[in-house]
Protein backbone atom coordinates (compact mmCIF):
# COMPACT_ATOMS: atom_id res chain seq x y z
CA UNK A 1 0.00 0.00 0.00
CA UNK A 2 1.10 3.98 -0.77
CA UNK A 3 1.99 5.00 2.44
CA UNK A 4 4.09 8.04 4.33
CA UNK A 5 5.83 7.71 7.34
CA UNK A 6 7.32 10.74 9.47
CA UNK A 7 9.32 8.25 12.00
CA UNK A 8 9.45 11.42 14.83
CA UNK A 9 6.36 12.36 16.46
CA UNK A 10 7.67 15.00 18.66
CA UNK A 11 11.38 16.68 18.15
CA UNK A 12 12.75 19.31 20.45
CA UNK A 13 15.35 21.40 19.48
CA UNK A 14 17.66 24.14 20.80
CA UNK A 15 16.83 27.84 19.79
CA UNK A 16 20.40 28.25 17.22
CA UNK A 17 20.76 24.63 16.75
CA UNK A 18 20.29 22.62 13.55
CA UNK A 19 16.89 20.67 13.03
CA UNK A 20 16.41 17.73 10.57
CA UNK A 21 12.72 16.04 9.87
CA UNK A 22 13.07 12.64 8.38
CA UNK A 23 10.25 11.67 6.09
CA UNK A 24 10.03 8.16 4.12
CA UNK A 25 7.11 6.98 1.28
CA UNK A 26 6.50 4.01 -0.18
CA UNK A 27 4.92 4.24 -3.89
CA UNK A 28 5.68 2.77 -7.04
CA UNK A 29 7.26 5.45 -8.65
CA UNK A 30 8.68 9.04 -7.43
CA UNK A 31 5.69 10.74 -6.65
CA UNK A 32 5.59 14.50 -6.29
CA UNK A 33 6.95 15.70 -2.81
CA UNK A 34 5.74 18.43 -0.49
CA UNK A 35 6.80 19.92 3.20
CA UNK A 36 4.13 21.85 4.71
CA UNK A 37 4.16 23.35 8.45
CA UNK A 38 0.78 24.36 10.56
CA UNK A 39 1.90 27.04 13.09
CA UNK A 40 -0.67 27.04 16.01
CA UNK A 41 -3.85 28.88 15.00
CA UNK A 42 -2.89 28.21 10.89
CA UNK A 43 -3.51 26.66 8.10
CA UNK A 44 -1.20 24.94 6.22
CA UNK A 45 1.46 26.65 4.55
CA UNK A 46 3.95 25.03 1.82
CA UNK A 47 7.48 25.40 2.47
CA UNK A 48 9.04 23.92 -0.63
CA UNK A 49 8.07 20.88 -3.60
CA UNK A 50 10.33 18.51 -5.53
CA UNK A 51 8.89 17.74 -9.13
CA UNK A 52 12.04 16.66 -10.84
CA UNK A 53 15.19 18.38 -11.16
CA UNK A 54 17.87 19.03 -8.69
CA UNK A 55 17.42 17.18 -5.55
CA UNK A 56 18.48 19.59 -3.26
CA UNK A 57 15.15 21.69 -2.96
CA UNK A 58 15.24 25.05 -1.19
CA UNK A 59 11.92 26.70 0.40
CA UNK A 60 10.96 29.56 2.55
CA UNK A 61 12.08 30.10 5.72
CA UNK A 62 15.39 28.84 5.38
CA UNK A 63 14.30 25.61 4.64
CA UNK A 64 16.07 22.92 2.57
CA UNK A 65 15.23 19.51 1.61
CA UNK A 66 16.82 17.03 -0.21
CA UNK A 67 15.22 13.72 -2.34
CA UNK A 68 16.89 10.55 -2.24
CA UNK A 69 15.62 8.50 -4.60
CA UNK A 70 17.55 5.17 -3.20
CA UNK A 71 16.31 5.33 0.31
CA UNK A 72 12.64 6.91 -0.82
CA UNK A 73 13.58 9.57 1.31
CA UNK A 74 12.75 13.85 1.36
CA UNK A 75 14.05 14.48 4.63
CA UNK A 76 13.60 18.35 5.73
CA UNK A 77 16.54 20.51 7.15
CA UNK A 78 17.09 23.71 8.73
CA UNK A 79 20.65 24.61 9.69
CA UNK A 80 19.70 27.33 12.48
CA UNK A 81 16.43 26.85 14.00
CA UNK A 82 14.27 29.95 15.67
CA UNK A 83 11.93 30.06 17.74
CA UNK A 84 9.07 31.10 15.34
CA UNK A 85 9.84 27.82 13.63
CA UNK A 86 7.53 25.58 16.43
CA UNK A 87 5.32 23.86 14.49
CA UNK A 88 3.86 20.88 13.16
CA UNK A 89 5.41 19.57 9.75
CA UNK A 90 3.67 17.75 7.58
CA UNK A 91 5.17 15.87 4.69
CA UNK A 92 3.21 14.91 1.57
CA UNK A 93 3.34 13.05 -1.42
CA UNK A 94 1.28 13.18 -5.26
CA UNK A 95 0.66 11.84 -8.45
CA UNK A 96 -0.57 14.57 -10.60
CA UNK A 97 -2.39 13.74 -13.27
CA UNK A 98 -5.49 14.98 -15.59
CA UNK A 99 -8.05 13.07 -13.48
CA UNK A 100 -6.74 15.11 -9.91
CA UNK A 101 -4.06 15.55 -7.85
CA UNK A 102 -4.68 14.09 -3.79
CA UNK A 103 -2.34 14.36 -1.29
CA UNK A 104 -0.72 11.90 1.26
CA UNK A 105 0.28 13.04 4.09
CA UNK A 106 2.69 11.61 7.01
CA UNK A 107 1.81 11.64 10.19
CA UNK A 108 3.17 15.00 11.27
CA UNK A 109 6.21 15.90 13.43
CA UNK A 110 5.57 18.48 15.98
CA UNK A 111 8.54 20.54 16.73
CA UNK A 112 9.07 22.20 20.29
CA UNK A 113 11.93 24.94 20.53
CA UNK A 114 13.52 25.96 23.50
CA UNK A 115 15.32 28.92 24.34
CA UNK B 1 -4.83 37.68 -3.56
CA UNK B 2 -7.15 36.69 -1.28
CA UNK B 3 -6.31 32.97 0.63
CA UNK B 4 -8.46 30.31 0.45
CA UNK B 5 -10.96 31.02 3.29
CA UNK B 6 -13.24 28.87 5.54
CA UNK B 7 -15.78 29.29 8.14
CA UNK B 8 -16.27 29.35 10.83
CA UNK B 9 -13.18 28.69 12.37
CA UNK B 10 -14.43 26.26 15.09
CA UNK B 11 -17.91 24.38 15.71
CA UNK B 12 -18.68 22.96 18.82
CA UNK B 13 -22.14 20.90 18.17
CA UNK B 14 -23.80 17.67 19.95
CA UNK B 15 -24.32 14.28 18.42
CA UNK B 16 -26.68 13.94 15.69
CA UNK B 17 -26.76 17.84 15.12
CA UNK B 18 -26.05 19.28 11.59
CA UNK B 19 -22.88 21.20 10.77
CA UNK B 20 -22.28 22.83 7.62
CA UNK B 21 -18.64 24.00 6.56
CA UNK B 22 -17.80 26.82 4.21
CA UNK B 23 -14.52 27.18 1.98
CA UNK B 24 -14.15 30.12 -0.51
CA UNK B 25 -11.28 29.20 -2.87
CA UNK B 26 -9.28 31.58 -4.40
CA UNK B 27 -10.79 33.37 -7.34
CA UNK B 28 -10.56 31.65 -10.59
CA UNK B 29 -9.26 28.67 -9.01
CA UNK B 30 -11.46 25.65 -10.62
CA UNK B 31 -9.98 23.07 -8.21
CA UNK B 32 -10.97 22.63 -4.60
CA UNK B 33 -10.14 20.26 -2.27
CA UNK B 34 -11.25 19.00 1.23
CA UNK B 35 -9.04 17.23 3.45
CA UNK B 36 -9.35 16.32 7.41
CA UNK B 37 -7.88 15.16 10.15
CA UNK B 38 -9.03 13.57 13.04
CA UNK B 39 -7.77 13.30 16.97
CA UNK B 40 -3.64 13.48 16.27
CA UNK B 41 -4.45 10.98 12.83
CA UNK B 42 -2.50 11.31 9.10
CA UNK B 43 -4.22 14.40 7.13
CA UNK B 44 -6.41 12.63 4.65
CA UNK B 45 -7.91 13.29 1.37
CA UNK B 46 -11.98 13.74 1.25
CA UNK B 47 -12.85 14.80 -2.32
CA UNK B 48 -11.87 17.19 -5.23
CA UNK B 49 -14.08 19.64 -7.27
CA UNK B 50 -13.10 20.45 -10.81
CA UNK B 51 -15.44 23.51 -11.14
CA UNK B 52 -18.59 22.18 -9.88
CA UNK B 53 -17.99 18.27 -10.76
CA UNK B 54 -17.10 16.17 -8.17
CA UNK B 55 -14.01 14.57 -9.96
CA UNK B 56 -12.78 12.45 -7.10
CA UNK B 57 -15.16 11.49 -3.75
CA UNK B 58 -13.54 8.67 -2.88
CA UNK B 59 -12.06 9.51 0.48
CA UNK B 60 -15.95 10.77 1.70
CA UNK B 61 -15.96 8.77 5.17
CA UNK B 62 -19.76 7.44 4.38
CA UNK B 63 -23.13 9.23 3.26
CA UNK B 64 -23.08 11.54 6.12
CA UNK B 65 -21.30 13.66 4.42
CA UNK B 66 -22.04 15.62 1.83
CA UNK B 67 -20.27 18.14 -0.29
CA UNK B 68 -21.39 20.85 -2.85
CA UNK B 69 -19.83 23.24 -4.98
CA UNK B 70 -22.83 24.84 -7.00
CA UNK B 71 -21.63 27.47 -9.57
CA UNK B 72 -18.02 26.17 -9.53
CA UNK B 73 -17.50 28.84 -7.02
CA UNK B 74 -17.22 28.66 -3.11
CA UNK B 75 -17.95 25.10 -1.37
CA UNK B 76 -20.25 23.19 1.30
CA UNK B 77 -19.28 20.38 3.53
CA UNK B 78 -22.27 19.27 5.33
CA UNK B 79 -22.14 16.75 8.01
CA UNK B 80 -25.74 14.71 8.97
CA UNK B 81 -25.97 13.73 11.56
CA UNK B 82 -22.56 14.56 13.22
CA UNK B 83 -21.14 11.75 15.37
CA UNK B 84 -18.58 11.96 17.74
CA UNK B 85 -15.68 10.42 15.52
CA UNK B 86 -16.56 13.44 13.20
CA UNK B 87 -14.41 15.62 15.68
CA UNK B 88 -11.46 16.58 13.52
CA UNK B 89 -9.76 19.54 11.59
CA UNK B 90 -11.39 20.38 8.11
CA UNK B 91 -9.09 21.53 5.29
CA UNK B 92 -10.04 23.19 1.88
CA UNK B 93 -8.05 23.43 -0.43
CA UNK B 94 -7.54 25.35 -4.06
CA UNK B 95 -5.12 25.28 -7.04
CA UNK B 96 -5.62 26.69 -10.72
CA UNK B 97 -4.26 23.43 -12.96
CA UNK B 98 -4.41 19.79 -11.28
CA UNK B 99 -0.41 19.88 -11.41
CA UNK B 100 1.88 21.81 -8.68
CA UNK B 101 0.31 21.69 -5.36
CA UNK B 102 -2.61 23.54 -3.73
CA UNK B 103 -2.66 26.46 -1.18
CA UNK B 104 -4.92 25.18 1.64
CA UNK B 105 -7.23 27.36 3.68
CA UNK B 106 -6.59 27.59 8.05
CA UNK B 107 -9.08 24.76 8.61
CA UNK B 108 -12.13 24.38 10.66
CA UNK B 109 -12.22 22.58 14.09
CA UNK B 110 -14.94 20.53 14.27
CA UNK B 111 -15.93 19.46 18.07
CA UNK B 112 -18.56 17.03 18.27
CA UNK B 113 -20.13 16.54 21.85
Known amino acids: AQSVTQPDIHITVSEGASLELRCNYS??????LFWYVQSPGQGLQLLLK??????LVQGIKGFEAEFKRSQSSFNLRKPSVHWSDAAEYFC?????????????FGGGTRVLVKP | EAGVTQFPSHSVIEKGQTVTLRCDPI?????LYWYRRVMGKEIKFLLH????????ESGMPNNRFLAERTGGTYSTLKVQPAELEDSGVYFC???????????FGSGTRLTVV
Open chain 1, 50 to 55: YFSGDT
Open chain 2, 49 to 56: FVKESKQD
Open chain 1, 92 to 104: AVGFFKAAGNKLT
Open chain 2, 27 to 31: SGHDN
Open chain 2, 93 to 103: ASSLGTGRGYT
Open chain 1, 27 to 32: YGATPY
